[in-house]
């Protein structure tokens, strides 16, 4: 079973980048759908972002894009969320999930999909 963990979150002043990273220390994640969702204080959770299993197809949020990417190593077995130009709105805890797609092209960020999620971290744009 995937136990998914995500890091580099943090505080960071508007305007400013971070990149967030998804990994799997015991399984090869290039055959999963990885999506980024989000959960602002007060808000119900949201899908922002997607890479199929290939890195054929991304998917963004209308308000993230532009500014956001997602992007997969296969040798580091992580999938990135550069996240630049950030705004307090963007401030939130940040999940990663994954949904098993093997040689897929396509993705969604439909939650329901997801069967494996991280923790979360968490991130405030804030001066």
């Known amino acids: 079973q995937l136990r998914l963990v995500e890091s580099g979150g943090g505080l960071v002043q508007p305007g400013g980048s971070l990149r967030l990273s998804c990994t799997d220390s015991?399984?090869?994640?290039?055959?999963?759908?990885i999506a980024w969702f989000r959960r602002a204080p007060g808000k119900e959770r949201e899908g922002i972002s997607c890479?199929?299993?290939?890195?054929?197809?991304?998917r963004f949020l209308d308000s993230v894009k532009g500014r956001f990417t997602i992007s997969r190593d296969n040798v580091k077995n992580t999938v990135y969320l550069q996240m630049d130009s950030l705004k307090p709105e963007d401030t939130a805890e940040y999940y990663c999930?994954?949904?098993?797609?093997?040689?897929?092209?396509?993705?969604?960020?439909?939650?329901?999909?997801?069967?494996?999620w991280g923790q979360g971290t968490p991130v405030i744009v804030s001066s």
């Open positions: 999930a994954a949904d098993w797609t093997p040689s897929s092209d396509i993705c969604t960020a439909e939650q329901g999909r997801y069967r494996y």
């Open positions: 015991k399984y090869t994640l290039n055959v999963y759908t």
């Open positions: 890479i199929s299993s290939t890195g054929g197809e991304t």
